[in-house]
């Protein structure tokens, strides 16, 4: 059983399109014992985002506050844009300083990448890439993949998980497992918030995206010599896009065949993470093992964020 935990909500991006799903996210998680603060930024409009650039910010900084308690879960309402605003004004040095070795964990993904990749750049600081209150936790349906997924991660050392999907490339790697949506990875390469990862093992998704712009994205991180410093390129969900008539046959499959051929980089496939509603949770920037072959692949990771799942503490 999984101890009660305080969760922040923050809304860094988009404002929740579906009030039903925030209460019904917010009911779910005090249903299984859990306090929720900060519900007001689920709730707060100014045209597409979730309040003023000031107000959002906000919600982040105040997590620096020594004067100001600290939670167990910094929980992202929901995706959408606006995080790269907030970028250049957020307080890293005292988030660092506050956040570093508490085992407070920031969880969140799509525009949410933004925000992950800046603090792992500029502060060292480990996020989590998975669920989101309005997608997954407010959702019609919840999935106990997603669920379960979430607390095991956060409540345990060391996660190991096993994917049973037939792989074409073969690799053993150990190294720091990062990344999360593919348009923000590729739109902070240049900029002071892009980490520097050598040996990395690199995850990827996106939605909306065709694959000939997936394949130009990926061809921008090869062009900058990102994705030859990485051992591998594990490849997540990538949803709700059309192919066009005159793609011809050119579709997701054969474009990462494509790359597998032209990058010398092993490209694995099947991993659950995405704009999905079965979705893991994922440690961005945290050391990690990963062993692939025909019969599929294992990744494992530790040194995250994580409260004992017996404590209150």
């Given at each position: 059983m999984i101890a009660a935990r305080t969760i922040r909500l923050i809304a860094p991006s988009g404002y929740p399109v579906d009030p039903v799903a925030v209460e019904r996210g917010?009911?779910?998680?005090?249903?299984?014992?859990?306090?929720?603060?900060?519900?007001?930024?689920?709730?707060?409009?100014m045209q597409r985002f979730a309040g003023t650039d000031d107000?959002?910010?906000?919600?982040?900084?105040?997590?620096?506050?020594p004067s100001q308690p600290l939670p167990d879960i910094v929980l992202a309402v929901r995706g959408g844009y606006g995080a790269s605003r907030l970028l250049a004004d957020l307080d890293y040095a005292g988030l660092q300083k506050r956040l570093a070795g508490t085992g407070t964990a920031f969880i969140g993904h799509s525009d949410f990448t933004a925000i992950q990749l800046a603090l792992l750049a500029r502060a060292g600081l480990v996020t989590f890439?998975?669920?989101?209150l309005t997608a997954h936790f407010g959702a019609e349906k919840l999935e106990t993949?997603?669920?379960?997924?979430?607390?095991?991660?956060?409540?345990?050392?060391?996660?190991?998980?096993?994917?049973d999907t037939p792989q074409i490339d073969t690799v053993e790697a150990k190294g720091t497992?990062?990344?999360?949506?593919?348009?923000?990875?590729?739109?902070?390469?240049?900029?002071?918030?892009?980490?520097?990862?050598?040996?990395?093992?690199?995850?990827?998704?996106?939605?909306?995206?065709?694959?000939?712009?997936i394949e130009r994205m990926l061809y921008q991180l090869h062009h900058a010599g990102i994705l030859a410093r990485q051992q591998a390129v594990i490849l997540g969900e990538f949803t709700e896009y059309r192919l066009a008539t005159h793609d011809n046959g050119?579709?997701?499959?054969?474009?990462?065949?494509?790359?597998?051929?032209?990058?010398?980089?092993?490209?694995?496939?099947?991993?659950?993470?995405?704009?999905v509603a079965r979705i893991l949770t994922l440690p961005v920037g945290a050391p990690a093992e990963l062993s692939a072959d025909a019969s599929g692949f294992t990744l494992s990771f530790s040194g995250y964020p994580y409260k004992d799942s017996n404590s209150s503490a």
């Open positions: 917010i009911g779910r998680l005090r249903a299984a014992g859990h306090r929720v603060d900060g519900v007001e930024v689920a709730r707060r409009q107000q959002r910010l906000a919600d982040l900084n105040q997590l620096a506050d890439g998975g669920p989101m993949y997603t669920w379960d997924a979430f607390w095991r991660t956060l409540s345990e050392p060391a996660t190991t998980l096993r994917f497992l990062w990344g999360g949506n593919l348009a923000l990875v590729v739109a902070l390469i240049g900029t002071p918030y892009m980490p520097h990862i050598d040996g990395g093992i690199l995850f990827l998704e996106d939605v909306n995206e065709p694959p000939f712009r050119f579709t997701l499959d054969s474009m990462i065949a494509h790359l597998r051929s032209q990058f010398g980089i092993p490209f694995l496939t099947g991993l659950p993470f995405g704009h």
